[in-house]
């Protein structure tokens, strides 16, 4: 199985401030079609986790412009450009190339 | 609108089986890999196993192969997964989950919990 590792595990920012989590896998991610199935996922307490990037810097539909994904191989990274009192919560990339599908360690993010 | 609702969760003892039920709704079930995926506080998200559309290709998580076997009815536009040999760190929220376009995930359910405890 591909193993995901993330770093920091922990974020403690200042409103404003901006952010950043490293996503490294134990093999380059490239699929045998070219593509690079990176995803990043957000997780406000209580709720399940939301997409916010898909194919390394896609960002989906209704997420807000700060969050920004980029990378390649096996070296991914998710920024916030100017964290926000909403973007709380725990932050997790997922390689989806190959079955299982497998997630890094989860990265949380609290506000200093 | 896409909903994805799990039931069979509970508490139950070290060594025993449960399975755990998925409906789907608001999409074409059977032209869909499912999975489910699990979380813990401790080890966070794990894809446990999936499934493809026509039950013909079978994936699982090492730390659940042999023990857990997942299957679907597409009819009943229905996931399972049965669970045996259940050990205390198979204790865990457990999603149903939808395949989506290029290697990812978007709709998630709300999960059932099971925890495995004397």
């Known amino acids: 199985d591909v193993v995901m590792t993330q770093s920091p595990l922990f974020l403690s920012v200042t409103l404003g401030q901006p952010a950043s989590i490293s996503c490294r896998s134990s093999?380059?991610?490239?699929?045998?079609?070219?593509?690079?199935?990176l995803n990043w996922f957000q997780q406000r307490p209580g709720q399940s986790p939301r997409r916010l990037i898909y194919k390394v810097s896609n960002r989906d539909s209704g997420v807000p412009d700060r969050f920004s994904g980029s990378g390649s191989g096996s070296d991914f990274t998710l920024k916030i450009s100017r964290v926000e009192a909403e973007d709380v919560g725990l932050y997790y990339c997922?390689?989806?190339?190959?079955?299982?599908?497998?997630f890094g360690q989860g990265t949380k993010l609290e506000i200093k | 609108e896409v909903q994805l609702v799990e039931s069979g969760g509970g508490l139950v003892q070290p060594g025993w089986s449960v399975r755990l039920s998925c409906v789907a709704s608001?999409?074409?079930?059977?032209?869909?890999?499912m999975h489910w995926v699990r979380q813990t506080p401790g080890k966070g998200l794990e894809c446990v196993s999936s499934i493809s559309p026509r039950s013909d290709r079978f994936g699982y998580a090492d730390s659940v192969k042999g023990r857990f076997t997942i299957s679907r009815d597409n009819a009943k536009r229905s996931l399972y997964l049965q669970m045996s040999s259940l050990r205390a760190e198979d204790t865990a929220l457990y999603y149903c989950v939808k395949d989506a376009p290029n290697g990812s995930i978007v709709h998630w359910g709300q999960g059932t919990l099971v925890t495995v405890s004397s």
């Open positions: 093999q380059r991610l490239v699929h045998s079609d070219g593509n690079t199935y």
């Open positions: 608001g999409f074409k079930f059977d032209d869909y890999v």
């Open positions: 997922m390689q989806g190339g190959q079955w299982p599908y497998t």
